[in-house]
């Protein structure tokens, strides 16, 4: 196999980060389902263009660029088509009583899913993701000044609906 | 009591490991001496953990085929032409890395389950040539999809076997044995009961017909990944050596 051939490297480092795609996925959209419509919608814009990518930069942050524009643009093409979300029932993927921990991930999910979208966005990256303040705000092109307070505010959010304590 | 303003923002960024250069060191001792700026840089410190760890087990679920299936269909596919090299290199690599890991290198799939009952004998019965066939609601392996499984070790595959190449061989968490074929169209895992063998999965593969119309090895016959995942779902230990294989054909395949 030739080694000179960067495309299956790529494809091999994308396949990699698949989980945490979907995990940014789910901070970003409302269901299961969609998150990973998500996924696909991005990895088959990445797969035409991945010559744009610079070797040796962050391949993650670069896929989260890519999601997080496309689902910006999902998002406006379902506000046209006057399309609305069906919010996730968060108990039906727990077959079983759910212990503290689960009750408590489910109560977290809930509340990252009722802040905005530009919300959700720094939450996913800076929170779940651990990018650093001046990657996410790479992400998402926006200054770093803007990310922090927008973060603030998130975190505010989810300290009103969730509370301080921790089970 | 300090008597710098922290605004929000910046015991969030400290919090986080995000405050830079010199207003660290100040917040830093400020928290040390404050026992209320201290109880608000952990309340943060325990949010970012709290969220981090809602969304944590997403890492755990398995990645959908639909997506690992569009990372899979290189544009060179590579197959696996040696079947005891493939065995040494599953033997060699690290724990972690899956069946589905070096079958991202296999053979491009086209996407999407192929219902076993359109790829039997294409005359409607499920004659001596059949590859699926069906028994009890279940897709079972045809008279010739069963004859390949029930008599090819070690991939050597001879021309009686109608098309039909066996690669892998394992023992499932269940207890069957269990092994993956790839015909014209097609590739699949099926596992051994007690009368039939049960056919789990079916994958259009493309690649498979090729191989075979440019006289390559049977063995040759590229896996598809999501074949292969199947395989990382059920497989108890590793894939069956060949003199394994001959033993367990001499028990019919019966444990």
Redesign the interface.
């Known amino acids: ?1 030739s080694m000179a ?1 960067s ?2 490297s790529v ?2 480092q ?2 990699a980060l ?3 795609l ?2 940014f996925g ?2 970003l959209a409302h269901t299961r389902e969609d998150a ?1 419509d998500l ?2 919608m991005a ?2 814009k990445a ?1 035409t263009r991945t010559d744009q990518w610079t070797p040796g930069t962050r391949l993650d942050s670069w896929m989260f660029r890519i999601m997080q524009t496309t689902w910006i643009d999902e998002l406006r093409a379902r506000e046209r088509r006057g399309q609305t979300f069906v919010p996730e029932e968060e108990g039906e993927h727990v077959g079983i009583t759910p212990n503290d ?1 689960q009750m ?3 109560a ?2 809930k509340a ?1 899913s009722r802040l905005g979208d530009d919300q959700r966005a720094v ?2 990256l ?3 993701e ?1 990018l ?2 001046q990657e996410a705000a790479e992400v998402l092109g926006i200054p770093v000044g803007t990310l ?2 927008r ?2 505010r998130a ?2 959010a ?2 009103a609906m ?1 509370g ?1 304590t ?1 089970p | 009591m300090t008597t710098t303003n922290w605004s ?2 910046e015991l ?2 400290y919090a ?1 490991g ?1 405050l830079a250069g010199e207003r660290r060191a100040p917040l830093a001792a400020a928290i040390a001496a404050d026992a209320a700026l201290r109880q608000r840089v952990e ?2 410190a ?10 944590a ?5 398995p ?2 085929q ?3 299936a ?3 269909a ?3 596919p ?1 197959v696996v032409t040696d079947l005891a090299a493939e065995r040494e290199r599953r033997a060699a690599r690290k724990p972690g890395l899956s069946w589905a890991h070096w079958g ?2 296999a053979a491009s799939v086209a996407l999407g389950v192929v219902l076993g009952l359109q790829l039997g004998s294409r005359s409607g019965g499920a004659g001596s040539d059949a590859l699926l066939s069906e028994a009890g609601g279940q897709v079972v392996a045809g008279a010739r999809l069963a004859q390949a499984l029930d008599t090819q070790v070690g991939a050597e595959a001879t021309a009686g076997d109608a098309g039909v190449t066996v690669q892998l061989t394992f023992v499932a968490k269940d207890g069957r044995y269990c092994r993956t074929f790839s015909a014209e169209r097609v590739a699949g895992l099926a596992c051994r009961d007690a009368a039939q063998w049960a056919v789990q999965t079916t994958v259009a593969a493309e690649g498979a017909a090729s191989g075979a119309a440019a006289g390559m090895r049977q063995a040759a016959s590229a896996l598809p990944r999501a074949v292969l995942e199947a395989v990382d779902a059920r497989i108890e230990g590793v894939a069956l050596t060949v003199e394994q294989e001959h033993a367990a054909r001499e028990k019919a395949w019966k444990r």
């Open positions: 196999m051939d495309l299956p494809r091999t994308i396949a698949l989980p945490r979907r995990r789910r901070t990973d996924v696909q990895l088959e797969l921990a408590d991930a489910m977290v999910r990252v939450v996913g800076v929170l779940v651990g650093a303040y922090t307070s973060l603030a975190r505010e989810l300290q969730l301080g921790t | 929000d923002e969030m960024a986080d995000q309340a943060l325990a949010q970012r953990r709290r969220v981090a760890a809602a969304f087990d997403v890492l755990d679920e990645v959908p639909r997506l690992s569009l990372l899979s290189t544009p060179a590579a991202g290198m």
